[in-house]
T-cell receptor
Framework: EDQVTQSPEALRLQEGESSSLNCSYT??????LFWYRQDPGKGPEFLFT???AGEEKEKERLKATLTKKESFLHITAPKPEDSATYLC???????????FGAGTRLFVKA | DTEVTQTPKHLVMGMTNKKSLKCEQH?????MYWYKQKAKKPPELMFV???????INESVPSRFSPECPNSSLLNLHLHALQPEDSALYLC????????????FGSGTRLTVV
């Protein structure tokens, strides 16, 4: 069964304290892995797409990496405005479904 | 225009009411999606439209009825809902079905009383 698991469920950081969020996946075939940011009561905002192992993407304080079994979202020197839920999603082959992980709730304190 | 617009933003309806949610995009995307999201849970796929045709129906109860009148519009008709249907309903679009990152709307917060 295709599965996407994110850890930790919640992460509390001090401003400037760098860390990583994990997304591990078990799927029959990977078409793409996506990272989204979601603020409370809003729709998810697209951040990155990764297609193959070894690929990396960067945007401001965020960097996403991909291996054959997992993806990491690295947050460098986070600011309070980075507080949000970060969702990982995987598009699988053999169909057109995208499976979302449960998300990591990030809290950054000033 | 790089947005997906959903209306209304908030909706309160009784269990006997009929209402509709509307979603619009003008990015030329040919795949559109309805997701349901409960608090602190990930979005759950309900329906997928590809080139204005229903592609995926994730065993959604018939009290939810989707409609895609044209390539820019997606509706979700609601009838005889239950209180447990209260959730954030998200519309999304993508260039093609299943490819690339989705562009999501801000959602409609639905409360069934």
């Amino acid at each position: 069964e295709d599965q996407v698991t994110q850890s930790p469920e919640a992460l509390r950081l001090q401003e400037g304290e760098s860390s990583s969020l994990n997304c591990s996946y078990t799927v029959s075939g990977l078409r793409g892995l996506f990272w989204y940011r979601q603020d409370p009561g809003k729709g998810p905002e697209f951040l990155f797409t990764l297609y193959s192992a070894g690929e990396e993407k960067e945007k401001e304080r965020l960097k996403a990496t991909l291996t054959k079994k997992e993806s990491f979202l690295h947050i460098t020197a986070p600011k309070p405005e980075d507080s949000a839920t970060y969702l990982c999603a995987v598009a699988v082959t053999g169909g057109f479904k995208t499976i979302f992980g449960a998300g990591t709730r990030l809290f950054v304190k000033a | 225009d790089t947005e997906v617009t959903q209306t209304p933003k908030h909706l309160v309806m009784g269990m006997t009411n009929k209402k509709s949610l509307k979603c619009e995009q003008h990015m030329g995307h040919r795949a559109m999606y309805w997701y349901k999201q409960k608090a602190k849970k990930p979005p759950e796929l309900m329906f997928v439209y590809s080139y204005e045709k229903l592609s995926i129906n994730e065993s959604v109860p018939s009290r939810f009825s989707p409609e895609c009148p044209n390539s820019s519009l997606l509706n979700l008709h609601l009838h005889a809902l239950q209180p447990e249907d209260s959730a954030l309903y998200l519309c999304a679009s993508s260039t093609r079905e299943g490819d690339y990152g989705y562009t999501f709307g801000s959602g409609t917060r639905l409360t069934v009383v």
